[in-house]
């Protein structure tokens, strides 16, 4: 498995590390210049935010790449190009205005009957959500169009450099709460937006006009709704706790509870990194039938992820309370969560690479399955657990709904499994 240290990974490794650790500080300075109330309000808004935007986007930034790869391939110049990017455009505008009022209206409906809900501001949430969706769209645009570096500096880097400046702004004018925060981060979507549409008009190719593909040739009901029930899998997974939280704790613990949740990411660091990596691979080798070079393949990146992932939490179990203290003496608090989401995403950190795997073998259904059965265990335990234990409440649902994921794909190829293991004994003699 020597690709597993090659130069590529260390690259990879080096540039994604260098955006977390950018996105990282960024909170930590949020924390530190706006206060843990603050941050805890803009950490629930974010979350809506991003429930908006997965409802909204239904693949619509995928589609968006395929279309502007499409355009390029066939020859079109910079007006085919710029056809069909304000189509996509327009089409992410109609679809986030109308689930932002369709959301609003199930607030309104939910607020008659449940007291005690957030305040929400649906403009600010609004306004928010539009920028966001506008904005992947354009960075999967300049993917398409043979530009990842430029998509990736935009979507890494330039969108949160964009927020800490406007965030300085509104410091430094004394508006220090979580309405300046959010607007930060309104702003930063719509500025990113408007140099990144700049950009991919000047790196569209010169030609004379030919006929491209319409958006709504790739864009349909089935397509979105598949986009988006991926996406809301995810979000069960990874956000809705949040987003339950915020009705039962104080912003400040809300915010402590997302700062644990920034921290362990680091357990899932190498693992994302192994996926994308094998994932080719995978592919080529079940292209060919070659089922012993895929077991070699999956299961020296399943025992890279799974000894980073516990080098990981042990260095969180060691030095975490410091680091959290360091961010804000309040924060300490969520030491005992940070560990339970640790563990769960040493789970995770198998889950990921068995994903990828499957995906790239023809089993995507069972991948998704496996997420619908774990999503909907955890969606019961946060139900059960959150208003009780509220932090470990979210943390210990995440890890059942994970252990779940696992279980289904032992249950599934356990048929497989001594095969498995007859075909690594047979490499190993």
Known sequence: MYFLFSKKIVQMAAIRAAAVIAALWLQIWLVAEFGAAAYGEYVFFVTLCSLVMILSKGGLDT??????ALVLNSGGGEAAMRRIRLQYLRNGLVS???TCLLLWLVYVAVSEWRTGLPVLDWRLICGASVGAVLFQILVAFARGMGRPAMADAFDAVARNGLMAAVAVVLVSAHHVNATAIVISYSLSFYLASLLLYQ??????????????????????????????????????????????????IDP??????????NLVRAVIFIPMILSVLIQPRIAVAFEKSDMRLIIKIATGAIGASFAAAVTCCALLWLFGEFILAWIDPVFVAAKQTMLVLAVAHIVNSILIIVG???????????????????????????????PKYEQIGAALSMFVGLLFVLAYYVFIYRKHIPKVYGILLSKVK
């Open 252 to 261: 400040v613990e809300l915010g402590a509870y997302n700062m644990a949740c």
């Open 356 to 386: 990828g795997v499957l995906s790239m073998t023809s089993k995507y259904l069972d991948v998704v399955r496996a997420q619908l059965v774990g999503g909907g265990v955890a969606l019961v335990c946060y139900a059960l657990l959150i």
């Open 63 to 68: 589609l968006a790449l395929k279309a502007a």
């Open 199 to 248: 950009l991919t008009s000047v790196a569209a190719p010169d030609r004379a006009e030919r006929a491209g593909p319409s958006a709504n040739e790739h864009y349909g009901v089935k397509a979105h709704f598949g986009f988006m029930f991926a996406g809301l899998l995810s979000f069960v997974f990874f956000q809705m706790d949040t987003l339950i939280l915020g009705a039962y």
């Open 96 to 98: 986030t205005l109308a």
